[in-house]
């Protein structure tokens, strides 16, 4: 019989039964499990700059990393940028003018087949409020590993807001691996399997496997610019992200708003494009 694992390149992405659970510690974090098994936690607390993913589990063994030494502001699974209007809202102990992403409320929370929480932020530097983000995570578990689907939509709050990366190509939707998966191997929609290449190439997913373990991006087509860039790098550590300003800012205007929406699987084996090809298409045709 095929093992969980082999089941990425067997299976179609059927969400398994079962209610998946939010355990809200005021404050701190959301925890969301299957049973006894924890999927993941989402980290509001303000003690850190962000709000985070972190640790993010597929059977039981956590893919992501916080706060290393080597780069402190890597938090788990993040979406962050350097440039918003010239603020670093990615950063936290370099030389530059920091901001802060901060949590003001849950609008949702609901267990489920697919648990949801919707939470309001607010991106905030230098006693302004610079972006009001409304973000959304949905969590689901498909057989083979772990899914959730991220979606951020951010407002120009109180003046024009250019979003950019300047030197610092990665931002966005991001994830720092756990030290076992640094030195790890790229899969992309297009068939890309060097780093070299895949970085800065745009494709509807990108995978990254280390240690029998592996991440997934998926790109929504609704999403502005659709295929994205994504960063990838496998030295000195492993880091991923949907960089949609890779190569070009956003800009808006005063009460202006950008949605991007991504998928992200968690997964145990070797990533199979026939398998991830399906999921991307299923998940292109959901109501957001």
Known sequence: ???????????????????????????????????????????????????????????????????????????????????????????????????????????????????ELVSLNHWVAEGKRLLVERRTVRVGLPEGGTWLEWITELTAADEPVKLAAGQHVYNGLGIRVVPEMDGGRVLNSNGTATIEKANGEPAKWCAYTGAGLGVAFFDHPANPRHPNAFFVMNKAFGYMSAAPTFREPFQLARGESIRFRWGVLAFGGEPKAEALDRRFQSWSKEKP
């Open 1 to 115: 019989m095929p093992t969980r694992r082999e089941l990425l390149g067997a299976a179609a992405f059927a969400f398994q039964g079962g209610r998946l659970r939010l355990s809200h510690f005021e404050g701190e974090k959301v925890v969301v499990s299957s049973g006894a098994t924890t999927l993941l936690e989402y980290r509001y607390t303000t003690a850190r700059p962000k709000s985070y993913i972190h640790p993010l589990y597929v059977d039981g063994r956590p893919v992501t990393l916080d706060g290393p030494k080597d780069h402190v502001h890597h938090r788990g699974l993040m979406v962050a940028w350097s440039e918003v209007n010239g603020i670093d809202f990615w950063g936290e102990v370099n030389p530059a003018r920091h901001g802060q992403i901060v949590h003001q409320r849950f609008e949702r929370l609901r267990d489920g087949r697919v648990a």
